[in-house]
C-alpha cells in the first residue's frame, strides 16, 4: 500500500510541473466525459505492475487549472 500511495504522490508532482511528463504515459480517455462534459484524460502512477495505479482528471473549472476526477487501480 505503501508503495501504490508514494507512486501517486510522485505522479501528481510530475503533473503539477509537466502534464507530458513522459512516465505519466498521459492519453484521453474515452468511455466517459467530466462533470461538464470535459475531455477525461488518464495519466500513470504505476506500470507493469498488478493493479496498478491511474489517475483520471480534467481541466478546469478555471484556465491553469486540473481537477482529478479519481485515482484508480487497473484491473
Do not use: D
Not at 5 to 27: D, I, S, Y
Not at 33 to 41: A, D, H, L, T, V
Request: aromatic share 10%; glycine share 8%.
Amino acid at each position: 500500500m505503501k508503495a501504490e500511495c508514494e507512486a501517486v504522490l510522485k505522479a501528481l508532482g510530475f503533473m503539477e510541473t509537466n502534464l507530458r511528463h513522459p512516465g505519466l504515459q498521459t492519453h484521453k480517455y474515452h468511455s466517459f466525459s467530466g462533470p461538464r462534459g470535459e475531455e477525461i484524460f488518464e495519466s500513470y502512477a504505476q506500470q507493469r505492475r498488478p493493479a496498478a495505479q491511474r489517475i483520471f482528471w480534467c481541466y478546469g473549472p478555471e484556465q491553469g487549472v486540473i481537477t482529478v476526477i479519481t485515482i484508480l487501480s487497473h484491473p
